[in-house]
Structures are given as structure tokens and as C-alpha cells.
């Protein structure tokens, strides 16, 4: 019999802790089966933050290092630097990312350290509760804000991938979601793209993930799919925002 499909050797067998319905499972998959196809898994170095993907250096089948809360690009900074032939890649959710991690992230970018960051945005913070992340959208309810996200005294979401594009240092940014099976391929797409990138030695690369979050956003998995494609998206439009080949 043929064998059809296989388990990507990117991943381990440990089974993974996240919730019915998180999607970061299947981001773990697009990560590990590009790593392998790119032929550069064996010298690898990964970088988990503190988040729901904290325990992210038990499923990839590579080396992996632990960092303190937002600090995963300045810990990638020194890895890279001191291995420049391994591909480095920071794993990181948007409370870690986005919050206590925004001057990390914006000064590696503009720095063009030759690393990749796969950035999970999932609109809320997960693994602490629920709680209003800089990403949540408005009006969107979460444990710090009940009546829903109010722009007066909080702001509009930050838009991470559309700021860093503005940085000449960031070598590609693109923005994919894993909402269904068309957009999964095409964020695996991107994601091999921004480790090429990488690999080429060209610059600084990120993929943004919309992602989803059932357990805090107090919905059923299949719902919370929906949700992404209705309301997330609009605010956080997909696609690229800057490649080498164009120049922006």
C-alpha cells in the first residue's frame, strides 16, 4: 500500500497541551513540514516565549530555547549572531509580541537581524485568562474588558505587520490565516517564504497567523472560525506587505 501521509519529522510525539479547537496545532504542523522541506531541521534553533506556546520547545523536533516574556527576538538576535549558519526562528503569540515585546520585536526588525518570527495573533490574551490583548478588536469582550474593547480609553488595535513594514530593516511580512484549508496552504506558503528569506541571508522575516482562541472567546471551535473569517480579517487584511523581489 502507498503511504499516502506521514507525520512531519519536524514535529515530536508528544502531544501538545492546547485546547479543542486552537489552531496552533496545526501552525506547529506548517512550521515542522517547511523545516523539513527546506532541509534545515538538523540546525535549527527555536525560540519559545511566554504564552500559550510556552511549552512550544516539547513538540519541535529541533533545538529549542526558552526566553522571558516579550524577550524571544533579543534572544534570537544572540543565537543567530553566534550560529549565523542555523536557521533561527522565534514562536510568539500576540500578548508576548505585541505587548511586553513590541520594542524587541520593532528593534530586531529594524535592525534586519536575520531571523524569521512565525507571530500567532489570536486577539486576546490566552494562556493567562482571557484577558484584553493590545490585538483585540473593538467592542470584543475579555476578562479585563467586559463591555467589550472601547476605543476612548484604549485605543485602535495595533497593527503589527502594517508597522513593520515600514521598517527598512524587514526584509518580509506578510499577514495569513488558518481558517480554513485554501488559507492554511497559503500561509505554509508564506511561512517557507520568510525562512527562505532567511536562509538567503537577506533579512529580517515575520508571518503573521490569524488564529483562533475558543476557549477564551467563549465560543464553539467551529464557530470560532467563522468569527476570524467575519471579524477578524477585516480589521487585519490579508497579504503581503513587503518582499525583497519588490522592493518595498
Not at 515542522?32 to 523536533?61: H, I, Q, T
Not at 482571557?130 to 495595533?158: E, V
Request: aromatic share 8%; glycine share 10%; hydrophobic share 40%.
Amino acid at each position: 500500500m502507498a503511504l499516502v501521509y506521514e507525520k512531519t519529522k519536524g514535529l515530536t510525539e508528544k502531544q501538545t497541551h492546547y485546547c479543542p479547537g486552537c489552531t496552533h496545532g496545526v501552525i506547529h504542523k506548517l512550521v515542522g513540514e517547511v523545516l523539513v522541506e527546506l532541509g534545515v531541521l538538523g540546525k535549527s534553533v527555536g525560540v519559545a516565549p511566554v504564552g500559550c506556546s510556552v511549552l512550544a520547545y516539547d513538540y519541535f523536533n529541533c533545538d529549542m530555547h526558552e526566553a522571558a516574556h516579550g524577550r524571544a527576538p533579543a534572544v534570537a538576535t544572540g543565537i543567530k549572531r553566534v550560529l549565523p549558519e542555523h536557521t533561527v526562528f522565534t514562536y510568539q503569540g500576540d500578548g508576548d509580541l505585541a505587548s511586553i515585546g513590541t520594542a524587541e520585536i520593532i528593534h530586531a526588525a529594524h535592525r534586519g537581524e536575520k531571523f524569521t518570527t512565525i507571530f500567532v495573533n489570536n486577539a486576546i490574551y490566552g494562556m493567562t485568562g482571557g484577558q484584553m490583548a493590545p490585538t483585540t478588536l473593538i467592542g470584543q469582550k475579555a476578562t479585563t474588558s467586559p463591555y467589550g474593547r472601547d476605543q476612548a480609553s484604549t485605543g485602535m488595535p495595533l497593527k503589527v505587520s502594517e508597522m513593520l513594514a515600514t521598517i527598512d530593516g524587514a526584509a518580509f511580512v506578510e499577514r495569513v490565516s488558518v481558517h480554513d484549508v485554501p488559507n492554511i496552504r497559503k500561509a505554509k506558503k508564506a511561512i517557507k517564504k520568510a525562512f527562505q528569506v532567511q536562509i538567503d541571508g537577506t533579512g529580517f522575516g515575520i508571518v503573521e497567523i490569524l488564529s483562533t482562541c475558543p476557549t477564551n472567546w467563549g465560543i464553539t471551535p467551529v464557530d470560532s472560525l467563522t468569527w476570524l473569517k467575519e471579524n477578524m480579517i477585516p480589521y487585519y487584511p490579508l497579504g503581503n506587505f513587503r518582499t525583497p523581489e519588490e522592493g518595498k
